[in-house]
Protein backbone atom coordinates (compact mmCIF):
# COMPACT_ATOMS: atom_id res chain seq x y z
CA UNK A 1 0.00 0.00 0.00
CA UNK A 2 1.28 3.34 -0.62
CA UNK A 3 1.12 5.34 1.99
CA UNK A 4 -0.41 8.64 -0.08
CA UNK A 5 -0.26 11.75 1.69
CA UNK A 6 -3.20 13.83 1.88
CA UNK A 7 -4.43 14.56 -1.02
CA UNK A 8 -7.91 15.69 -2.01
CA UNK A 9 -9.93 12.80 -2.82
CA UNK A 10 -11.38 11.94 -5.93
CA UNK A 11 -15.05 11.19 -5.80
CA UNK A 12 -15.90 8.11 -7.64
CA UNK A 13 -19.26 7.93 -7.21
CA UNK A 14 -22.00 10.28 -5.44
CA UNK A 15 -25.72 10.83 -5.71
CA UNK A 16 -28.23 12.49 -3.21
CA UNK A 17 -31.85 10.92 -3.16
CA UNK A 18 -34.27 13.24 -1.46
CA UNK A 19 -36.36 11.13 1.17
CA UNK A 20 -39.39 12.86 0.43
CA UNK A 21 -41.98 10.32 0.84
CA UNK A 22 -40.64 9.54 4.46
CA UNK A 23 -39.89 12.87 5.86
CA UNK A 24 -42.04 14.31 8.68
CA UNK A 25 -44.96 16.13 8.71
CA UNK A 26 -42.96 19.76 8.55
CA UNK A 27 -41.87 18.59 5.25
CA UNK A 28 -37.90 18.66 5.78
CA UNK A 29 -36.55 16.20 3.52
CA UNK A 30 -33.48 14.35 4.48
CA UNK A 31 -31.14 13.61 1.81
CA UNK A 32 -28.84 10.80 1.28
CA UNK A 33 -25.06 10.91 0.17
CA UNK A 34 -22.67 8.44 -0.67
CA UNK A 35 -18.60 9.22 -2.31
CA UNK A 36 -15.88 7.17 -1.86
CA UNK A 37 -12.81 8.51 -0.33
CA UNK A 38 -10.60 6.18 -1.95
CA UNK A 39 -7.31 7.62 0.00
CA UNK A 40 -8.87 6.65 3.53
CA UNK A 41 -10.46 3.89 2.14
CA UNK A 42 -13.86 4.54 3.44
CA UNK A 43 -17.56 4.62 1.58
CA UNK A 44 -18.57 7.81 3.70
CA UNK A 45 -22.77 7.61 3.85
CA UNK A 46 -23.70 10.89 4.70
CA UNK A 47 -27.55 11.61 5.47
CA UNK A 48 -29.98 14.41 7.13
CA UNK A 49 -31.35 16.48 8.00
CA UNK A 50 -33.51 14.90 10.52
CA UNK A 51 -36.24 16.90 12.56
CA UNK A 52 -36.16 15.08 16.31
CA UNK A 53 -38.44 16.45 18.51
CA UNK A 54 -37.96 15.24 22.15
CA UNK A 55 -39.97 11.69 23.17
CA UNK A 56 -38.48 12.05 26.53
CA UNK A 57 -42.46 13.01 28.43
CA UNK A 58 -43.97 9.53 28.54
CA UNK A 59 -42.09 7.50 26.67
CA UNK A 60 -40.01 5.08 27.62
CA UNK A 61 -36.59 4.16 27.10
CA UNK A 62 -36.07 1.88 24.32
CA UNK A 63 -35.31 -1.05 25.99
CA UNK A 64 -37.77 -1.16 29.42
CA UNK A 65 -40.04 -3.76 30.21
CA UNK A 66 -43.09 -4.65 28.19
CA UNK A 67 -40.99 -3.17 25.02
CA UNK A 68 -41.29 -0.10 23.55
CA UNK A 69 -43.77 1.61 21.06
CA UNK A 70 -41.61 1.66 18.24
CA UNK A 71 -44.80 2.92 16.06
CA UNK A 72 -43.95 6.73 17.51
CA UNK A 73 -40.59 6.52 16.55
CA UNK A 74 -39.61 7.99 13.32
CA UNK A 75 -38.55 5.65 10.40
CA UNK A 76 -36.19 6.42 7.01
CA UNK A 77 -35.06 4.07 4.66
CA UNK A 78 -32.22 4.45 2.50
CA UNK A 79 -31.57 2.40 -0.46
CA UNK A 80 -27.85 2.64 -2.59
CA UNK A 81 -24.97 0.41 -4.09
CA UNK A 82 -22.02 -0.37 -2.71
CA UNK A 83 -19.60 1.36 -4.68
CA UNK A 84 -16.11 -0.49 -4.25
CA UNK A 85 -14.96 -4.39 -4.44
CA UNK A 86 -13.32 -5.08 -1.14
CA UNK A 87 -13.78 -6.35 2.25
CA UNK A 88 -15.46 -4.32 4.98
CA UNK A 89 -13.66 -3.60 7.82
CA UNK A 90 -15.69 -1.49 9.98
CA UNK A 91 -17.11 1.95 10.54
CA UNK A 92 -17.24 5.08 12.45
CA UNK A 93 -20.34 7.08 13.02
CA UNK A 94 -21.26 9.88 13.97
CA UNK A 95 -24.36 12.42 14.62
CA UNK A 96 -23.94 16.61 14.49
CA UNK A 97 -26.05 19.23 14.21
CA UNK A 98 -26.09 22.38 11.94
CA UNK A 99 -23.12 23.96 13.29
CA UNK A 100 -21.35 21.02 13.25
CA UNK A 101 -21.34 19.67 16.82
CA UNK A 102 -21.77 16.58 17.91
CA UNK A 103 -24.77 15.19 19.00
CA UNK A 104 -24.95 12.51 21.67
CA UNK A 105 -26.39 9.08 20.58
CA UNK A 106 -29.15 8.91 22.82
CA UNK A 107 -31.34 10.68 19.95
CA UNK A 108 -30.61 7.87 17.99
CA UNK A 109 -32.66 4.05 18.40
CA UNK A 110 -31.01 1.78 16.06
CA UNK A 111 -29.48 2.14 12.18
CA UNK A 112 -28.67 -0.85 10.23
CA UNK A 113 -27.40 -1.32 7.16
CA UNK A 114 -28.39 -4.38 5.15
CA UNK A 115 -27.15 -6.23 1.86
CA UNK A 116 -30.19 -7.19 0.17
CA UNK A 117 -28.05 -9.44 -1.98
CA UNK A 118 -26.89 -11.98 0.70
CA UNK A 119 -28.74 -13.94 3.10
CA UNK A 120 -28.09 -14.74 6.69
CA UNK A 121 -27.03 -18.31 7.31
CA UNK A 122 -29.27 -19.65 10.33
CA UNK A 123 -32.70 -17.85 7.99
CA UNK A 124 -33.97 -17.18 4.89
CA UNK A 125 -33.97 -13.04 5.69
CA UNK A 126 -31.08 -10.52 4.09
CA UNK A 127 -27.48 -10.12 5.94
CA UNK A 128 -26.88 -7.20 8.22
CA UNK A 129 -23.95 -6.16 7.57
CA UNK A 130 -23.74 -3.04 10.51
CA UNK A 131 -26.21 -2.83 13.01
CA UNK A 132 -25.86 -0.12 15.85
CA UNK A 133 -28.06 0.68 18.68
CA UNK A 134 -27.51 3.90 21.76
CA UNK A 135 -24.48 2.27 23.07
CA UNK A 136 -22.75 0.36 20.61
CA UNK A 137 -19.22 1.77 20.33
CA UNK A 138 -17.20 2.36 16.46
CA UNK A 139 -16.00 -1.85 15.84
CA UNK A 140 -13.12 -1.25 13.91
CA UNK A 141 -11.33 -4.88 12.21
CA UNK A 142 -7.93 -5.21 11.64
CA UNK A 143 -7.25 -5.70 7.97
CA UNK A 144 -6.37 -9.10 8.11
CA UNK A 145 -10.23 -9.89 8.00
CA UNK A 146 -13.01 -8.32 6.74
CA UNK A 147 -16.62 -8.94 4.95
CA UNK A 148 -16.46 -9.47 1.18
CA UNK A 149 -18.54 -7.08 -0.65
CA UNK A 150 -18.94 -6.41 -4.41
CA UNK A 151 -19.67 -3.70 -6.56
CA UNK A 152 -22.92 -3.22 -6.98
CA UNK A 153 -24.25 -5.05 -4.61
CA UNK A 154 -28.06 -3.73 -3.24
CA UNK A 155 -27.70 -1.95 0.41
CA UNK A 156 -30.09 -0.47 2.35
CA UNK A 157 -29.50 1.47 5.08
CA UNK A 158 -32.99 1.57 7.71
CA UNK A 159 -32.42 4.56 10.56
CA UNK A 160 -34.95 4.73 13.52
CA UNK A 161 -34.87 7.84 15.55
CA UNK A 162 -35.90 7.88 19.07
CA UNK A 163 -34.69 11.40 21.11
CA UNK A 164 -34.94 9.95 24.73
CA UNK A 165 -33.50 13.32 26.19
CA UNK A 166 -35.57 16.40 27.23
CA UNK A 167 -34.66 18.63 24.42
CA UNK A 168 -35.61 19.01 20.50
CA UNK A 169 -33.38 18.63 18.46
CA UNK A 170 -33.87 20.96 15.26
CA UNK A 171 -31.54 19.32 12.79
CA UNK A 172 -28.98 16.27 13.07
CA UNK A 173 -26.81 14.77 10.30
CA UNK A 174 -25.67 11.49 10.42
CA UNK A 175 -21.98 10.40 8.79
CA UNK A 176 -21.48 6.67 8.07
CA UNK A 177 -17.45 5.61 7.11
CA UNK A 178 -17.53 2.76 6.52
CA UNK A 179 -13.85 1.29 6.47
CA UNK A 180 -12.74 -1.07 3.65
CA UNK A 181 -9.64 -3.07 2.41
CA UNK A 182 -9.41 -2.82 -1.46
CA UNK A 183 -9.94 -5.91 -3.73
CA UNK A 184 -6.09 -5.92 -4.54
CA UNK A 185 -4.67 -6.26 -0.92
CA UNK A 186 -2.17 -9.00 -0.31
CA UNK A 187 -2.28 -11.41 1.59
CA UNK A 188 -5.92 -11.37 1.24
CA UNK A 189 -8.23 -10.85 4.02
CA UNK A 190 -9.70 -14.09 5.66
CA UNK A 191 -13.27 -13.30 4.95
CA UNK A 192 -15.60 -12.77 8.07
CA UNK A 193 -19.74 -12.99 7.57
CA UNK A 194 -22.29 -11.81 10.71
CA UNK A 195 -23.68 -14.83 12.15
CA UNK A 196 -27.08 -14.04 14.24
CA UNK A 197 -27.82 -16.77 16.58
CA UNK A 198 -31.63 -16.06 17.88
CA UNK A 199 -33.97 -18.01 20.22
CA UNK A 200 -37.09 -16.12 18.50
CA UNK A 201 -36.19 -15.12 15.34
CA UNK A 202 -38.26 -16.22 12.39
CA UNK A 203 -39.60 -14.52 9.02
CA UNK A 204 -42.74 -12.71 9.09
CA UNK A 205 -42.70 -12.88 13.22
CA UNK A 206 -41.04 -10.27 15.90
CA UNK A 207 -37.95 -11.40 17.54
CA UNK A 208 -39.51 -10.64 21.16
CA UNK A 209 -41.10 -13.06 23.01
CA UNK A 210 -42.59 -13.65 26.83
CA UNK A 211 -40.88 -14.82 29.99
CA UNK A 212 -42.80 -15.91 33.10
CA UNK A 213 -42.56 -14.58 36.90
CA UNK A 214 -39.18 -16.22 38.29
CA UNK A 215 -36.40 -17.93 36.40
CA UNK A 216 -36.92 -19.23 33.06
CA UNK A 217 -34.81 -20.29 30.56
CA UNK A 218 -35.42 -20.13 26.31
CA UNK A 219 -33.18 -22.39 24.33
CA UNK A 220 -32.75 -23.15 20.39
CA UNK A 221 -31.02 -25.48 18.31
CA UNK A 222 -29.61 -25.19 15.38
CA UNK A 223 -27.97 -26.92 12.33
CA UNK A 224 -24.68 -25.27 10.69
CA UNK A 225 -24.94 -24.86 6.68
CA UNK A 226 -21.36 -24.29 6.47
CA UNK A 227 -17.99 -24.61 8.49
CA UNK A 228 -16.87 -21.35 10.37
CA UNK A 229 -14.83 -20.21 13.04
CA UNK A 230 -16.93 -17.83 15.66
CA UNK A 231 -13.91 -14.80 15.92
CA UNK A 232 -16.19 -13.04 18.97
CA UNK A 233 -19.65 -12.00 19.93
CA UNK A 234 -21.81 -10.48 21.71
CA UNK A 235 -25.33 -10.56 22.85
CA UNK A 236 -28.68 -9.04 23.13
CA UNK A 237 -31.00 -9.30 26.39
CA UNK A 238 -33.61 -6.83 27.80
CA UNK A 239 -33.80 -6.27 31.65
CA UNK A 240 -33.43 -9.26 33.99
CA UNK A 241 -31.56 -11.47 31.19
CA UNK A 242 -29.28 -13.07 33.40
CA UNK A 243 -27.36 -15.19 30.94
CA UNK A 244 -26.67 -16.11 27.21
CA UNK A 245 -24.81 -18.77 26.43
CA UNK A 246 -23.70 -20.95 23.00
CA UNK A 247 -23.59 -25.28 23.43
CA UNK A 248 -22.52 -28.22 21.41
CA UNK A 249 -26.28 -29.65 21.33
CA UNK A 250 -24.63 -33.03 21.23
CA UNK A 251 -22.17 -33.18 23.83
CA UNK A 252 -23.72 -30.32 25.77
CA UNK A 253 -20.55 -28.42 26.28
CA UNK A 254 -20.95 -24.91 26.58
CA UNK A 255 -18.98 -23.10 24.04
CA UNK A 256 -19.35 -19.38 25.50
CA UNK A 257 -21.48 -17.79 27.78
CA UNK A 258 -21.97 -14.25 28.39
CA UNK A 259 -23.37 -12.29 31.82
CA UNK A 260 -24.43 -8.79 31.20
CA UNK A 261 -23.05 -6.06 34.00
CA UNK A 262 -26.06 -4.36 35.91
CA UNK A 263 -26.38 -1.36 37.06
CA UNK A 264 -27.66 -0.25 40.79
CA UNK A 265 -30.91 -1.49 39.98
CA UNK A 266 -30.46 -4.50 38.67
CA UNK A 267 -30.89 -3.93 35.08
CA UNK A 268 -28.87 -4.26 32.45
CA UNK A 269 -25.84 -1.79 32.07
CA UNK A 270 -23.59 -3.78 29.38
CA UNK A 271 -22.65 -6.22 27.82
CA UNK A 272 -19.62 -7.54 27.04
CA UNK A 273 -18.19 -8.62 23.78
CA UNK A 274 -16.19 -12.02 23.60
CA UNK A 275 -13.32 -12.33 21.62
CA UNK A 276 -11.97 -15.20 20.20
CA UNK A 277 -8.90 -14.43 18.32
CA UNK A 278 -9.05 -12.41 15.66
CA UNK A 279 -5.91 -13.43 14.56
CA UNK A 280 -6.19 -17.16 16.04
CA UNK A 281 -8.57 -19.41 15.04
CA UNK A 282 -11.42 -18.81 16.86
CA UNK A 283 -14.38 -21.35 17.64
CA UNK A 284 -14.68 -23.94 15.31
CA UNK A 285 -18.44 -24.30 14.47
CA UNK A 286 -18.75 -27.51 12.02
CA UNK A 287 -20.83 -27.89 9.13
CA UNK A 288 -23.87 -30.26 9.72
CA UNK A 289 -23.12 -30.18 13.84
CA UNK A 290 -26.06 -28.92 16.33
CA UNK A 291 -25.62 -26.16 18.14
CA UNK A 292 -28.24 -24.91 20.93
CA UNK A 293 -28.39 -21.23 22.34
CA UNK A 294 -30.09 -20.37 25.55
CA UNK A 295 -31.21 -17.05 27.20
CA UNK A 296 -31.88 -16.99 30.75
CA UNK A 297 -34.37 -14.28 32.61
CA UNK A 298 -34.80 -13.98 36.05
CA UNK A 299 -38.31 -11.80 36.35
CA UNK A 300 -39.15 -10.59 39.78
CA UNK A 301 -41.43 -8.51 38.38
CA UNK A 302 -44.06 -10.83 39.71
CA UNK A 303 -45.80 -11.20 36.36
CA UNK A 304 -45.32 -12.22 32.70
CA UNK A 305 -43.06 -9.97 30.76
CA UNK A 306 -43.48 -9.42 27.17
CA UNK A 307 -41.36 -8.29 24.34
CA UNK A 308 -38.03 -9.61 25.74
CA UNK A 309 -35.25 -10.76 23.20
CA UNK A 310 -32.80 -12.99 23.12
CA UNK A 311 -30.01 -13.32 20.81
CA UNK A 312 -26.15 -13.90 20.19
CA UNK A 313 -24.47 -11.47 17.55
CA UNK A 314 -21.20 -13.25 16.25
CA UNK A 315 -18.74 -12.93 13.27
CA UNK A 316 -17.47 -16.01 11.54
CA UNK A 317 -14.79 -16.53 9.29
CA UNK A 318 -15.04 -18.82 6.64
CA UNK A 319 -13.24 -20.09 3.24
CA UNK A 320 -13.57 -19.48 -0.19
CA UNK A 321 -14.67 -22.42 -0.54
CA UNK A 322 -17.19 -22.23 2.31
CA UNK A 323 -18.55 -18.75 1.33
CA UNK A 324 -19.31 -20.07 -2.11
CA UNK A 325 -21.65 -23.01 -0.11
CA UNK A 326 -23.24 -20.02 1.35
CA UNK A 327 -26.90 -20.47 1.23
CA UNK A 328 -28.20 -18.22 -1.89
CA UNK A 329 -30.57 -15.11 -1.36
CA UNK A 330 -33.67 -17.54 -2.94
CA UNK A 331 -32.47 -20.93 -0.92
CA UNK A 332 -35.95 -20.68 2.08
CA UNK A 333 -33.70 -22.89 4.07
CA UNK A 334 -34.09 -22.61 8.15
CA UNK A 335 -31.02 -23.56 10.11
CA UNK A 336 -32.92 -23.78 13.14
CA UNK A 337 -34.35 -27.23 13.96
CA UNK A 338 -37.47 -25.96 16.52
CA UNK A 339 -38.93 -22.87 16.71
CA UNK A 340 -37.57 -21.85 20.34
CA UNK A 341 -39.17 -19.10 21.93
CA UNK A 342 -42.40 -19.59 19.54
CA UNK A 343 -42.63 -23.13 20.88
CA UNK A 344 -45.94 -24.75 22.60
CA UNK A 345 -45.46 -23.62 25.46
CA UNK A 346 -45.15 -20.05 24.67
CA UNK A 347 -48.74 -18.66 24.44
CA UNK A 348 -49.85 -14.92 23.19
CA UNK A 349 -50.76 -12.55 25.37
CA UNK A 350 -54.40 -12.65 26.02
CA UNK A 351 -56.39 -9.04 25.07
CA UNK A 352 -59.60 -9.03 27.22
CA UNK A 353 -62.63 -8.84 24.85
CA UNK A 354 -63.49 -4.83 24.23
CA UNK A 355 -66.36 -3.80 26.17
CA UNK A 356 -69.71 -4.09 23.82
CA UNK A 357 -70.96 -0.68 22.85
CA UNK A 358 -74.13 0.08 23.59
CU1 LIG B 1 -34.21 -5.61 22.33
Redesign the pocket.
Known amino acids: MQRAARLLVPILFLLVVPAGLLAQDDAVEAAFAIRVDSARHEVVLTVGPFVLPSMAAGAHGA?GPGGHDESRMPQFNFKFQWPVDGTGRGFRMTLRDAEGKKVSQRVLHHLNVINQDRRQLLLPLQERIMAVGRETPAIMLPATVGLPLTRGTRMRLNIMWHNETPHDVDAVWMDIRIRYSPANLLPRPVLTLPLSMDVADMKGRPNTFTVPAGRSEVAREFVMPVTGRLLGVNG?M?DWGTELRLEDAVSGKVLTRLTPTLDSLGKIHRMPTRLYGIAGDGLRLRAERRYRIVVVYDNPTGAPMAGV?GHLDGLISVSEADLARWPALDNPAVAYVDEGAWRAEYAAPRVAPAPAVP
Open positions: HHHM
